[in-house]
């Protein structure tokens, strides 16, 4: 096990939440959580296929970003993208629906767990190919200035969240996006979650420099790391980064210390990783800590905390239901989609 | 009526449909100030300003991934290859998000953008800078195939394209940004999927696209003072194909002689080939044949340069023999 890096500390005091804020980022990662354990169960029983890559560990993250930003701004994610999707809204009946391969999925069933999309949600996707969201992201984000800037759109405020690990910081889509994010002062926030691990391939062992959020500060741009096991430093990075992207100030990088409590994917026999390191941060679990801090202000009472997760496995459980009664994809419908129809 | 020369022709099309959508933008290396490395985009930053003529670093894959992300969300990029074998560096984007994306994403977006610039075998510019990669990106679901060949179609289908919902690889060709045409005053389209029938004739049908159509009218002026008619018929769309075109005709000559600029080996031609014998094997006298560029790197000297792509003489000579003038 490598030396572990020393978390950065960050005083929640400083930016105290309201209660109903509180519950409801516990609920965000709550909904995670169990949406990743029951997706296991269901690949395990043979109702989902393929490459399935769970979240788990890494809630805080995607609750501390994504519900820092307004419903209009954009998320695009990875392959490992199902509480991203949560996260921004995406009904996870339509999520679950999607692994089951259903028509009524939020890709209709055509793209799987590796390709959720959701216009609605202003969810770019969904990218099974390491780093290539990050130039789509760019463009969400090019999109926005554009509005403003050429359509004299003045409404046109919207921030795009990209989000990726830490080995793929060491493919060029990665340092190629972030010149041009810095050179035309897009707003976008490139949210690194540092998880340790590239399957295999430790970080240490794949990077000249493994502190990533250090890369920033070659293209101009802040650069800030965090603690990504606790939610409220999560978001409070993030809430400071959309204000500027907002504002017209440019990007930010985010590097969020994190780790993955399962194997890479649910075919990833996970024997790499050594006991220890894995005792050292399911220690430092996003959820128990949440959950610890909300009981200590008494914002929320066990009971509370109680029913928001009965609620949220009613949710997911209604989601297998709904994704297990809906109907396949019509064969004649093959073709559809190849070419927008105008 | 005004004579024009087709990189002004390609320029007028992108000036007209960014003065009629303001979503609508050109992004690519040395666009602006430059104006272009064929002058197809000159000055136009001055009337549209950085934002919308959007000079890019050297980053092919990001910068289309870009366009890519812009297009998804509202805006209709135009990406012009500095020369269309750089886009090799955005394989992952063309074929992956643009190509793709609409169905893997269940139609949740569609990607309205150009991927638009020069290729072909110029003059002595060696292997890397000659290439067609229009036999590269046809196995990609998802993406439109369009190469121009005349300033009036290369303004109307570049126009077409930028109004197109869907990713359009538009292939210019190096050697044809100074052919001259007088072009109409009004406004016109050329459709993005109808071959065009270059010349009516009964003999033989001779499929080709873009710079090779000049071959094979070179080559037709000597066939018809053998008393021949070929018919000419340029694809425009290499895809899909139009084969309500190349079928009509087909059904007329029962011959067909496929002209390219791509290698043999998996190109155009040999699609078109496969999708003839499926489609319209009864109707052939005889096999179809192709005349494609040789299976090797374009060599830079100008001798075998002029060996590797298909010359006027061998047009002539193949037609002749295919309708039996010579055996
Ligand atoms: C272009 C490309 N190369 C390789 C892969 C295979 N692959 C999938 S995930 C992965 C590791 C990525 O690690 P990281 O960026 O740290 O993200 P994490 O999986 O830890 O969330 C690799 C190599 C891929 N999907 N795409
Ligand atoms: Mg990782």
Redesign the interface.
């Known amino acids: 096990m490598a030396q572990e890096r020393t978390l950065p500390v960050f005083q929640a005091s400083a930016s105290a939440i309201r209660q109903e804020e509180g519950l409801m980022l516990y609920e965000d990662m709550v909904l995670g959580r169990f949406f990743e354990d029951k997706c296991a169960e269901m690949y395990y029983r043979g109702k989902m296929f393929g490459f399935v890559h769970l979240y788990n560990g890494q809630e805080a993250v995607s609750t501390g970003v994504i519900k820092a930003m307004r419903s209009d701004d954009?998320v695009?994610s990875t392959y490992r993208d199902h509480v991203h999707a949560l996260s921004a809204g995406v009904p996870a009946k339509h999520v679950m629906a999607e692994l089951f391969g259903k028509e009524t999925?939020?890709?209709?069933?055509?793209?799987g767990s590796m390709?959720l999309?959701?216009?609605e949600h202003n969810l770019?996707?969904?990218?099974?190919?390491i780093g290539?969201g990050?130039?789509?992201?760019?463009?969400?984000?090019?999109?926005s200035?554009?509005r403003r800037?050429?359509?004299k759109d003045a409404s046109a405020d919207q921030v795009t969240a990209c989000f990726f690990g830490d080995g793929t910081t060491n493919n060029?889509?990665f340092f190629?996006?972030l010149?041009?994010a810095a050179?035309w002062n897009l707003p976008i926030l490139f949210v690194v979650e540092n998880n340790k691990w590239a399957i295999g391939m430790a970080h240490e062992r794949a990077t000249s420099q493994p502190e990533i959020y250090r890369k920033a500060s070659v293209f101009g741009m802040p650069g800030v790391e965090v603690d990504g096991m606790d939610v409220m430093a999560v978001r409070a990075a993030a809430q400071t980064a959309v204000e500027r992207a907002r504002a017209g100030e440019g990007p930010t990088l985010i590097e969020c210390l994190t780790y993955r409590f399962r194997g890479h994917s649910l075919a990833d026999p996970d024997e790499l990783r050594s006991k220890d390191e894995k005792e050292e941060w399911l220690a430092r679990d996003p959820l128990k800590r949440f959950e610890a801090y909300l009981l200590e202000q008494n914002l929320a009472s066990e009971a509370d905390l109680k029913a928001i997760r009965d609620k949220i496995q009613a949710e997911v459980d209604e989601s297998v239901t709904f994704a297990e009664q809906s109907p396949e994809p019509d064969a004649a419908e093959l073709y559809?989609?190849?070419?927008?129809e105008? | 009526m005004a004579e024009t020369l087709l990189f002004n022709a390609l320029r007028e099309a992108i000036d007209e449909e960014m003065g009629r959508d303001s979503t609508v933008f050109v992004l690519g290396e040395d666009v602006g100030h430059y104006g272009g490395s064929y002058k197809v985009t000159k000055d136009l930053y001055k009337k549209y300003g950085d934002l919308r003529v959007l000079d890019t670093p050297i980053a092919e894959n990001s910068f289309t991934g870009m366009a890519v992300g812009a297009a998804m969300t509202g805006l209709r990029p135009i990406i012009e290859g500095m020369n269309m074998g750089f886009l090799l560096l955005a394989f992952n984007q063309i074929a992956n998000n643009a190509g793709m994306l609409r169905y893997t994403s269940g139609g949740n977006y569609k990607i309205p953008m150009v991927i638009r610039g020069p290729g072909g075998v110029g003059r002595q510019l060696g292997a890397e800078h000659s290439q067609r990669l229009e036999a590269y990106f046809q196995a990609v679901p998802g993406l439109k195939i369009v190469a121009c060949s005349t300033p009036y179609n290369a303004k109307g289908l570049l126009k077409s394209a930028i109004r197109d919902n869907n990713p359009v690889l538009f292939f210019e060709h190096v050697l044809l940004y100074n052919l001259k045409e007088d072009l109409p005053d009004h406004e016109y389209l050329v459709p993005l999927d109808k071959a065009e029938v270059v010349r009516r004739g009964k003999d033989v049908t001779i499929l080709t696209y873009s710079r090779m159509r000049h071959h094979v009218t070179q080559a037709v002026k000597g066939l018809e003072k053998k008393g021949l008619d070929p018919e000419v018929i340029d694809l425009i769309s290499l895809k899909p194909l139009d084969f309500e075109t190349i079928g009509a005709s087909i059904r007329k000559t029962h011959r067909v002689i496929v002209v390219e600029e791509c290698m043999r080996t998996g190109g155009i031609g040999a699609e078109i080939i496969a999708s003839i014998n499926d489609r319209f094997f009864d109707e052939l006298d005889a096999p179809v044949l192709r005349l494609s560029s040789q299976d090797i790197p374009t060599p830079y000297n100008g001798r075998l340069e002029s060996l590797t792509i298909v010359q006027p003489r061998q047009i002539e000579e193949a037609v002749e023999k295919m309708v039996g003038l010579k055996v």
């Open positions: 954009f695009c999925g939020c890709s209709r069933g055509r793209g390709h999309f959701s216009a770019l996707g969904g990218f099974a190919f290539e990050i130039p789509v992201a760019l463009g969400a984000a090019f999109q200035k554009y800037e050429a359509m060029g889509q190629e996006c010149n041009m050179l559809r989609y190849i070419f927008a105008d």
